[in-house]
């Protein structure tokens, strides 16, 4: 079944499939695609291969540390035994899967060849794909309830600097244009020199509004004047971009309170996602990340950028288990397409693909 989140927000290859069903909804949220055009699902089939391909060649690093270690595990060996179980330990931990993850792995692990039910590479590696997927759907809920029943869905952005928040924000426009939405973009990044130039370019390579306002100006004041203007447009969407350093830490936890209680105020239940950007190459860090800034906001949704050409893919896997916040979407490049839904089983399907690729 498909979340009126996802429809709403431009999961274009679900709205295109089941065009049935788009007629019913509620707000109307038009495909971007002409209902039973075939060449138009048959491009969109192309660009799903496409997409899923280039996942899977993003994730190459990372099946190099981790799914093929553990095919080498067996080599020369006919059981699993400590020795085995100790050199898996080490390739789950290579992989950023995490200490305490890779802790309970291995006991689930043990547990099974204890029952006997594992006795070759493939049942463990297959044992290992189950196990890494519930982490993955334990963690996957929709956002429906929090969907306002009038004017924009606002998705307050934050992250530390460099993330990719920016990027991820113009990548976010272009996939809900393109499933008929109206979006604006909001520059309440007001500390960095260039950062709402930055969103700018975004919006004009888009074709979507951007509001900005002086370098230095209050972040606050900023998003209370976009949302002032938003409202009576009929906007879908209204995307805040927000500063990754200030002065200091508490500083920055502090700006956010503050936009977060003014977004309320101007539209009540608003913002109505927090989405944490982090970056997949830094590993661990991305994990403290995630508990600083959730204890400051409550996060409802975390994007998890470039994960292409990295080898700590295995990171997804320790935040589903750490938190108890979905993943709404994955960066795999620079490009305004290099943004994907996140969906684990998908995830798991690339990550333990079969090619060398
Ligand atoms: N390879 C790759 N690069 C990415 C991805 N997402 C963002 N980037 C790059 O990461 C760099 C930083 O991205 P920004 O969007 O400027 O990051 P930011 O969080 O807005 O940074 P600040 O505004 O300085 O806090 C840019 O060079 C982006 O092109 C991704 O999924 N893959
Ligand atoms: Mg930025």
Not at 12 to 29: I, K, P, Y
Not at 137 to 157: E, I, K, T, W, Y
Not at 176 to 194: I, P, W, Y
Request: aromatic letters at 6%; charged letters at 25%; glycine letters at 8%.
């Amino acid at each position: 079944m498909l979340s009126w989140f996802k429809k709403k927000l431009g999961n274009t290859q679900d709205v295109q499939s089941e065009q049935g069903q788009v007629s019913d909804d509620m707000d109307g949220a038009t495909s971007a695609v002409e209902p039973g055009s075939v060449s138009a699902s048959a491009q969109q089939q192309e660009n799903e291969t496409g997409f899923f391909l280039r996942l899977k060649d993003g994730l190459s690093r990372t099946r190099k540390t981790f799914v093929r270690q553990i095919d080498t595990l067996f080599l020369g060996k006919k059981t699993i035994d400590a020795e085995l179980l100790e050199d898996l330990e080490e390739i789950l931990i290579m992989a950023d899967i995490g200490a305490a993850t890779t802790m309970e792995l291995l006991d689930k692990t043990r547990e099974q060849v204890r029952r006997n039910a594992l006795s070759d590479a493939q049942a463990l590696k297959t044992a290992l794909k189950e196990m890494i997927l519930s982490y993955l759907l334990n963690a996957n809920q929709p956002v429906d309830s929090v969907l306002p029943a009038h004017g924009p869905f606002v998705v307050m952005v934050l992250g530390v600097n460099g993330v990719g928040k920016t990027t991820t924000i113009g990548k976010l426009a272009h996939k809900f244009t393109r499933a008929g939405q109206k979006v604006l973009l909001v520059a309440a990044d007001t500390f960095r020199a260039a950062a709402s130039e930055q969103l700018q370019i975004w919006g004009k390579r888009v074709g979507v509004e951007v509001v900005a306002q002086q370098a230095g100006a209050d972040p606050s004041s900023v998003v209370y004047d976009a949302l002032d203007y938003a409202r009576p447009r009929n906007f879908d969407v209204v995307l805040v971009d927000t500063a990754g350093r200030l002065h200091t830490k508490v500083n920055l936890m502090e700006e956010l309170k503050k936009i977060k209680r003014v977004m309320d105020k101007k539209i009540p239940g608003a913002p109505h996602e927090i989405l944490l950007v982090l970056d997949a190459t830094t590993g661990q860090n991305a994990i403290s990340q995630a508990r600083l800034f959730n204890e400051a906001v409550d996060v409802t949704g975390l994007a998890l950028t470039k994960l292409d050409g990295t080898a700590k893919g295995g990171i997804v896997i320790n935040i589903c288990r750490e938190f108890n916040i979905p993943i709404r979407f994955i960066g795999i490049g620079e490009q305004m397409e290099d943004l994907r839904d996140f969906e684990p089983n998908e995830f798991v399907e690339a990550l333990f693909g079969e090619s060398e690729a």
